[in-house]
């Protein structure tokens, strides 16, 4: 449906064309990951699920498609004084590695209380650390003025198109790897990743369903789409340290317009998913890569007459980075 | 060079024909792991690495191969009667597995120290446990007394050509997957896994160079290839549970022959290896698995002069099995 698609560049902020033209792009850097099925998940599911394991790209997640395309889009001139961003981590790391392979600085805003590999990756991968506070004013803040200091451009973590086409790259892979989806089942935080995957995925097929998987402690997805508007929380509380931000004004429109549902899971549902993940898929996940089985495991789902026919579900692992310590922990609760 | 091969099956118990009947064999019901790559881990040693990820087989180790073809290689008589196994646990599940898909029963003869969550793979795969003793001598009885009760045919879990056969089907994939491999370093406890390796391997490459990993505390190969014969141990002491087998009379040719060398490792080098196949490659890995990057780290091979030249090394992560809580014990020592 290319030619007379619906999902245009006008209405949102990236489209097929864009997104073909990321992985064209990005393709001589990233890894093309691998998925995994079990037969025994399978059967605890009920249904046939395909594990697109972004937690083996590089730095250790999905957002090193995003950043890459977002550097490598920067022209010369741009590219000179650096990029700076603030993010919880994955995103911060995915951008420095991306920086590092260009030969340009990263100015990564960390919040103080960001897991410790995430910025051990950060570190690693030549970026520039600054600190600051929890908030998002804090961060933002911070970042703004990095930006007045260094003249770098900003990458923001999800609300810009050349993140959401680089990350869109996932489903031009899958589709091709599992042509049989009927419908995929993404983790939300800004919106980034799922605008991307569905804006790809529906263009090549439009009967596909996407599902977001969301946290109870962070559910302003499945708020505003109550809402029919972005809503935002005083507070967020969830294990998924990756799925605490809130929608954009350039992805709501595509989980307003095209994401099915919003399923959400409480953390107890993300950490026996994350259990499953480690022993049966034998596959080192983050709370926010679990939460996709944890969706598809819970009763919301299974006992949803509306979804009885999803019988090819694809499941993004979103990323790996997990101190192990806190793995232990949340298994001892 | 599979027409006037030295690598025959009259001077060993398999060969490339056998490897490949045993692919045509079990293909339906194996799967084709991934390779996953990382340049963190290149920088580390210094070469380039690709890990063939058996963990991700089913029942969560590259044994499920042998165990497969094994099953299926039985005539309709035989197999009515069943199987029976001793082991410590990874080939057990996967008997039990391979079993289970053809409909037949599965005795397992597993010694009382097997790690907890391979007993429940073979139990959750219908297996029928019976304890005995740690040592050989016991595990052998308990065996043969099975026997002599149901008729069950014995499958050993490495002597034996239809294991050794299934085994080697993981090279058939990996130069597919990575034709460019000069080295191979494999795991060796008792030798199906590198001596069905080792045959396919050189069989497509006569060049390609295959090295053997064991733990200091469990190294009768390293003893056996210096002695010029098979030498067992009177005790062994390794975390790799899964490497505490000795030589048989039908792997020892192959290693005696066409293995390089054995690369000896302690137990805090495959430690420190585990930690960085779940850091980095964010993989699930039971210390048997993490062999291979130890020895590829370690000194002893980076140091050797005899392999300089190794640039494209495979490495075969043989499984993932293994209790959280004994990972954590670990990296906490």
């Known amino acids: 449906m290319d030619a007379e698609s619906p999902i245009s560049a006008e209405k949102y902020a990236a489209d097929i064309s864009s997104i073909r033209e990321a992985h064209v792009r990005i393709k001589p850097f990233i890894h093309k990951t691998p998925v ?21 790209q590089k730095g250790g997640a999905f957002k090193f498609r995003g950043a890459c395309n977002a550097i490598f889009s920067l022209d010369n001139d741009q590219a000179a004084k650096g ?22 600085p ?15 990756n950060v570190i690693r991968y030549g970026g520039q650390v600054i600190w600051s506070d929890v908030t998002i004013q804090s961060r933002e803040d911070t970042a703004a003025k990095v930006m007045q200091e260094t003249g770098a451009v900003l990458v923001h973590p999800f609300n810009d198109g050349r993140i959401i086409s680089g990350q869109g790259t996932i489903s031009l892979e899958f589709l091709e790897q599992v042509p049989q989806l009927d419908t995929v089942i993404v983790p939300i935080s800004g919106g980034g990743l799922i605008s991307g995957v569905t804006l790809a995925a529906k263009s090549i097929n439009p009967l596909l369903r996407v599902l977001a998987a969301e946290p109870k402690g962070a559910n302003d997805a499945a708020q505003s789409k109550a809402a029919g508007r972005i809503v935002k929380l005083r507070e967020t509380n969830t294990v998924a340290d990756g799925l605490r931000a809130f929608l954009g004004d350039l992805t ?3 989980v307003r317009d095209l994401v099915e549902d919003v399923i959400v899971v409480d953390d107890e549902e993300i950490i026996d998913a994350m259990k499953l993940i480690y022993e049966i898929l034998k596959v080192a996940v983050e709370p926010s890569g679990a939460i996709g089985l944890a969706a598809v495991l819970s009763d919301r789902f299974k006992k949803n007459p509306a979804w009885k026919d999803c019988n090819n579900i694809g499941i993004i692992i979103s990323g790996g980075n997990l101190d192990l310590e806190v793995l232990w922990d949340s298994f001892r609760r």
């Open 36 to 56: 995994l099925t079990s037969e025994s998940l399978n059967t605890l599911s009920g249904r046939e699920l395909f594990f697109k394991c972004e937690c083996f």
């Open 83 to 104: 990029v700076v961003t603030h993010s919880s981590g994955n995103h911060a790391a995915a951008l420095a590695l991306a920086a590092k392979l260009r030969g340009i």
């Open 106 to 120: 990263a100015h990564i805003v960390i919040p103080n209380n960001a897991p410790k590999c995430k910025v051990e």
């Open 252 to 254: 709501w429109p595509v």
